[in-house]
């Protein structure tokens, strides 16, 4: 009994050996090439060919498409929308022993997807499954000459595979793509018909070699509904070993160079994505070239612990609390951009505490006159990306601690206008040359305070108070943080003494002009004047 029965499974095996390898023969290939293509389109929403269709038994009954194309929406240009090198359907064995084609795994191999944004932000992803044709016809019997009857959705792909594929992003016009997303390895499965579409991964944002992991995705697309009102939600892991090719894109200079981590909760549908969540970098470094610097021309300004947690909205990028330190000193704000066109970046709830102004203001843009001590701030500010400090509008308070003045201009300006007086002439000819303002000597002060506005980069100050050692100077006026043009009218007093003067004029040219001298306690003057210069 046993010999007959082995027998009869030798039997049954060669005969489902010998059906798997004629298969291909007995299969009509122009009815499961039309199959494929109709349920394609019919699942796009969008015509779908492809060059080559051949069946293959071994290892696994499979269907092989090569040369496969999504058509593009017309409005959006000729296309095409999406194109595939080879792609690899897997045939259920057990529906093909009764005579039905029915397709499991799906492999696209070197899928490249082209996504185009209109004038108006509309993408061409968003009508991806809308406005689908007629459902396809069902899947072919083996050895039918046509497809039978219909059967909508009666081929179900339980997972789909990318591998090596890319994504690139293009605004319509555009000469060439704003980024790519590249080396995309993608796995998605789906448990039974209706259910969430599960989502897992990596890719590489290009530029910049941003290597993003994707986990705990899933997709839900209700029944007749496009592909951009889809419900996506993921958790993405971000990492790169140097932002500066990716930062570029938003800020060409200064350049921003440092490695960068970060994780973001994505949500929303296909088409108005948002995400929440945080980056991160050890070390930010700020570059860029200072034409008024001496050599070295380009120079650096290192930023530590930089924190940015992130919300993201189709209306705009914001984070609460930036955090980060620089020149042994703490900068918070809160920034929120708008995509524009313009690009507007907003600062607010802007909080500097003891940033060292001489690596920023000297060491860094290389300032022909600026101060140095620690730099108290809070204010707010907008401006244009990427023009910034033409653009740059606000207000704020500022206090600057212990320092000093330096910078040629200023020293000179002051020297011109004190030797007005031959009191102050006296004073600075009395054998102290090399302290003479002008020759290079800094101006020490206790403390600058001032409240400001800052309108298409040009500061205004009703307020400024510059306290030095027995020595009292009160200024308003204005200053071009692109140019360095000055005019402002200043104050300034000791004891009973008083010089009112206009101080105006641009980098390598400014003068000080006295409007009025009032001397009540020479003694006393040429005391603060001695301490002031020496």
Known sequence: MLKWTLVGLAVLVALVVGALVALPWLLDTPAIRTYAAQAASHALGRPVKFGALSISMLPLPTVRLRGLEVAEEPSFGPGPFVTVSEGRMRIRIRPLLRGRVELADLTLKEPRIHVIEDAAGR???????????????????????????????????????????????????????????????????????????????????????????????????????????????????????????????????????????????????????????????????????????????????????????????????????????????????????????????????????????????????????????????????????????????????????????????????????LALTDLVSGVLDGGRSGSRPGSGSPLTFDSIIASYTITNGVARTEDLVYQARNLRLTGAGTYGLVDGRTAMDVVMTQGGNRVKARVAGAPGALTIVPTDVRIKEPKDLRKTLDRLFR
């Open 123 to 417: 993408l061409n992803v968003a009508t991806l499954g809308g406005g689908a044709p007629p459902a396809p016809p069902g899947p072919p019997r083996v050895g039918a000459a046509r497809p039978g009857p219909a059967a909508a959705g009666a081929a179900l792909i339980s997972r789909v595979r990318i591998v090596d594929g890319a994504i690139d992003y293009q605004k319509a016009g555009a000469k060439s793509t704003a980024f790519t997303l590249d080396d995309i390895d993608v796995t998605v499965t789906q448990a039974a018909a209706g259910e969430p579409l599960h989502v897992s991964g990596s890719a590489q944002g290009q530029p910049g070699s941003v290597k993003l992991s994707l986990a705990e995705g899933t997709v839900s697309v209700a029944p007749g509904r496009a592909f951009g009102d889809a419900q996506l939600r993921a958790t993405v892991d971000i990492e790169a070993r140097d932002v500066a090719p990716a930062a570029a894109l938003f800020i060409p200079t200064p350049s921003l160079s440092g490695p960068l981590e970060g994780r973001l909760e994505v949500s929303g549908t296909a088409t108005r994505l948002t995400a929440t969540g945080a980056v991160a970098f050890d070390r930010l470094t700020l570059s860029a070239q200072q034409p008024r610097c001496p050599e070295p021309k380009r120079r650096s300004l290192t930023l530590d612990d930089v924190q940015v947690p992130l919300l993201y909205t189709p209306a705009q990028l914001e984070s609460r609390a930036v955090q980060g330190k620089v020149a042994k000193g703490t900068v918070t704000f809160r920034l929120t951009v708008a995509p524009g066109p313009p690009r507007v970046a907003r600062l607010r709830d802007v909080t500097v505490k003891g940033v060292q102004l001489e690596p920023v203001l000297v060491d860094y843009l290389c300032q022909r006159n600026a101060v140095t001590g620690p730099l108290d701030l809070t204010g707010e500010a907008s401006l244009r990306l990427p023009e910034m400090l033409p653009t740059l509008n606000g207000s704020g308070r500022l206090r600057i601690g212990a320092g000093r003045v330096i910078g040629p201009d200023l020293l000179h300006a002051l020297g011109q206008a």
